[in-house]
């Protein structure tokens, strides 16, 4: 059964969420000073991540619980933003940091699956939920998928299923920036009707502002309170947010930052208002 | 310390019986033993009938969607279950190797694949329905255990076997009737292969379903003046390379023969496991690359040279052969 007070343990108390956005991407940035990692899609995903860990009550206490919700990246790729979740929720302390794979590794604390190949997240997510409903529990899993990743077939035999198995603990929500490495969507291999694909599919389709916490949660809560079916929420997001220069930019898909760039980068998280009280460097 | 089991004079083949009803007998066996066990299948219900009927709740058709498949038991061995998944080789190895390998085998999970119609088992069903590297590609998923038993006897032992071990495990199974070779009151384990025939000049290393062939091409060998020796493989890997360097000692000339490639299976492990500590005559027996004709598993085994008389063949020779 999922532990509710250690979701409210874990969430960010005294900053408010523009602060914890800007100690995520400070931290985003750092891990790409001097090293290539997908920089644009973590920066799209990580408040998405830093939601659903806080839903799912990731924290110190709770990490190697059993029983507490699930949260698989699918979109392996972009763990840069998971990582900077997991420092921020107490989970990746170590200073200085271990040197970090460019997707989940297995053996992390607070990193349930590993993933890196696209498309297999969702089929491991429906698994966990076959188990906790064999086990009468009532724990969630959440999936993060990218919407480039909705190119992979494997999604939709995942889709299909959960629908069909009525897996109504299982939310899905896809980091909708647009963007692929080669460019826009849309250009790539188009997606649209998105919510009408995964509503034919027998899903719960929500949309949210994929940045916005409060968007995101009211999203997530409308989604899950109905029962019979998985869920899923659409998050708009902007690929590179928050650094002008990387924003809506296919070129930042994977990138290294020199000294010059990272200061750039770090004093436009700074002109955002968030302090840097509280996290982000270590 | 080898399990010693002297055939009787072979004159025909001996009877035939599929793998899959006494694999169906040993799931259900195993339903009640481990109480977490889960059955799953991709639109196939054969091997897990019996399974199903008593422990319908954990049993899972996932419909025609090998990765999906996949994916799902290792979602829920990552929960604490042993899971066996069984579908069709061909579709199980080829399509899902990435989830296999990722999501399966490389965090090392409880999960055992069931490979039914390996090799040329398929017969007419033609080349879709093939596969001939299904051993060599699990044999290199990280940590795997492959199988890939003889007869129907072998299978329930080697079934059992591959879901009591911790960890991921295949088993290649026929698709239709194999030939019997075993009695059945064998003493089957992981390091100790079947020993057919007394010691002679001759070994031959046979892996699963040629051992019949091999069997009787010894005894044609035998009658021919040169007495050989079956090593009846069941378990590639760990691959048994004492127990095959020790029965090569006595011999000179060693045969491998294989329903696979040669490059990944039996015959280049076995080249692998003499190098430099045995001296002889050495044959790999194996499939090639060309397209395989319309025919059964028999007449395959011909065309592609790793049949009863292709193995006489290459025991006493063409200038002795004894047809």
């Known amino acids: 059964m999922s532990d509710r007070n250690a979701r409210n343990d874990a969430a960010p108390r005294v900053r408010d969420r523009t602060d914890v956005a800007a100690a995520l991407r400070r931290r985003i940035l750092r891990y790409a000073a001097g090293q290539a990692i997908h920089l644009g899609s973590s920066l799209s995903v990580v408040d998405i991540l830093h939601t659903l860990g806080c839903r799912a009550?990731?924290?110190?206490?709770?990490?190697?619980?059993?029983?507490?919700?699930?949260?698989?990246?699918?979109?392996?790729?972009?763990?840069?933003?998971?990582?900077?979740?997991?420092?921020?929720?107490?989970?990746?302390?170590?200073?200085?940091?271990?040197?970090?794979?460019?997707?989940?590794?297995?053996?992390?604390?607070?990193?349930?699956?590993?993933?890196?190949?696209?498309?297999?997240?969702?089929?491991?997510?429906?698994?966990?939920?076959?188990?906790?409903?064999?086990?009468?529990?009532?724990?969630?899993?959440?999936?993060?998928?990218?919407?480039?990743?909705?190119?992979?077939?494997?999604?939709?035999?995942?889709?299909?299923?959960?629908?069909?198995?009525?897996?109504?603990?299982?939310?899905?929500?896809?980091?909708?920036?647009?963007?692929?490495?080669?460019?826009?969507?849309?250009?790539?291999?188009?997606?649209?009707?998105?919510?009408?694909?995964?509503?034919?599919?027998?899903?719960?389709?929500?949309?949210?502002?994929?940045?916005?916490?409060?968007?995101?949660?009211?999203?997530?809560?409308?989604?899950?309170?109905?029962?019979?079916?998985?869920?899923?929420?659409?998050?708009?997001?902007?690929?590179?947010?928050?650094?002008?220069?990387?924003?809506?930019?296919?070129?930042?898909?994977?990138?290294?930052?020199?000294?010059?760039?990272?200061?750039?980068?770090?004093?436009?998280?700074?002109?955002?208002?968030?302090?840097?009280?509280?996290?982000?460097?270590? | 310390m080898w399990a010693v089991a002297m055939t009787d004079t072979i004159t025909a083949e001996r009877p035939r019986a599929g793998m899959r009803p006494v694999v169906a007998d040993v799931l259900a066996d195993l339903g009640e033993q481990f109480p977490d066990l889960m059955v799953l299948a991709a639109d196939g219900h054969a091997l897990a009938a019996g399974f199903a009927r008593r422990f319908p709740r954990r049993f899972i058709d996932v419909g025609i969607a090998e990765a999906n498949l996949v994916g799902v038991a290792a979602g829920l061995a990552r929960d604490g279950h042993r899971v066996v998944v069984g579908t069709m080789a061909p579709f199980l190895v080829r399509r899902a190797a990435e989830q296999i390998r990722l999501d399966v085998c490389r965090p090392g999970l409880d999960v055992t694949f069931l490979g039914v119609g390996g090799g040329l088992s398929y017969g007419t069903l033609g080349a879709t329905h093939h596969i001939t590297e299904d051993l060599g590609a699990m044999a290199a998923m990280p940590g795997t255990r492959v199988l890939c038993p003889v007869d129907r006897h072998d299978a329930a032992w080697a079934v059992r076997a591959a879901v009591r071990h911790r960890g991921p495990a295949y088993v290649r199974l026929g698709a239709r009737d194999d030939e019997i070779v075993f009695q059945g009151d064998e003493k089957f384990s992981w390091d100790a292969p079947q020993i057919l025939g007394a010691a002679g000049p001759a070994l031959v290393v046979a892996l699963g379903a040629t051992v019949g062939d091999a069997v009787r091409a010894a005894e044609r060998a035998g009658a021919a003046g040169l007495p050989a020796r079956v090593l009846a493989l069941t378990v590639l890997e760990p691959f048994p390379t004492e127990q095959i360097l020790g029965a090569a000692r006595a011999a000179s000339t060693v045969v491998t023969v294989e329903e696979h490639v040669a490059a990944s299976g039996l015959g280049a492990r076995t080249a692998m496991a003499l190098a430099g500590r045995w001296q002889g005559r050495f044959t790999a027996l194996a499939v090639d690359g060309r397209a395989a004709p319309v025919g059964d598993r028999a007449e395959l085994f011909s065309f592609y040279g790793i049949g009863e008389d292709t193995i006489t063949r290459a025991l006493v020779g063409p200038e002795t052969d004894p047809e």
């Not at chain 1, 076959?130 to 889709?159: H, K, Q």
């Not at chain 1, 509503?199 to 899950?224: I, K």
């Not at chain 1, 708009?236 to 002008?244: A, D, F, H, Q």
């Not at chain 1, 296919?250 to 770090?266: F, I, T």
Request: proline residues 6%; contains cysteine; aromatic residues 4%.
């Open chain 1, 57 to 282: 009550g990731l924290g110190p206490a709770t990490a190697g619980n059993r029983t507490r919700d699930r949260l698989v990246l699918s979109k392996g790729h972009a763990v840069w933003a998971l990582y900077a979740v997991l420092a921020e929720l107490g989970l990746l302390t170590a200073d200085p940091p271990p040197r970090l794979p460019g997707h989940p590794p297995e053996g992390l604390p607070g990193i349930d699956v590993s993933t890196g190949a696209l498309g297999h997240g969702l089929s491991i997510g429906a698994g966990l939920c076959e188990s906790a409903r064999l086990a009468g529990s009532d724990r969630r899993t959440y999936v993060v998928l990218g919407d480039g990743e909705l190119n992979e077939g494997s999604v939709w035999e995942a889709a299909m299923y959960a629908a069909h198995r009525g897996l109504d603990r299982l939310t899905a929500v896809v980091d909708l920036n647009g963007m692929q490495q080669e460019g826009p969507t849309s250009a790539v291999l188009d997606l649209a009707p998105l919510d009408e694909k995964w509503r034919a599919f027998g899903w719960n389709v929500r949309t949210a502002d994929g940045h916005d916490p409060v968007s995101l949660t009211a999203a997530l809560d409308r989604a899950e309170s109905q029962a019979g079916r998985p869920s899923v929420v659409l998050a708009t997001t902007v690929k590179g947010k928050g650094i002008p220069f990387m924003e809506h930019s296919s070129a930042w898909h994977v990138g290294v930052l020199d000294a010059a760039q990272l200061a750039e980068a770090l004093a436009a998280v700074d002109s955002t208002g968030g302090s840097d009280v509280g996290g982000g460097h270590d």
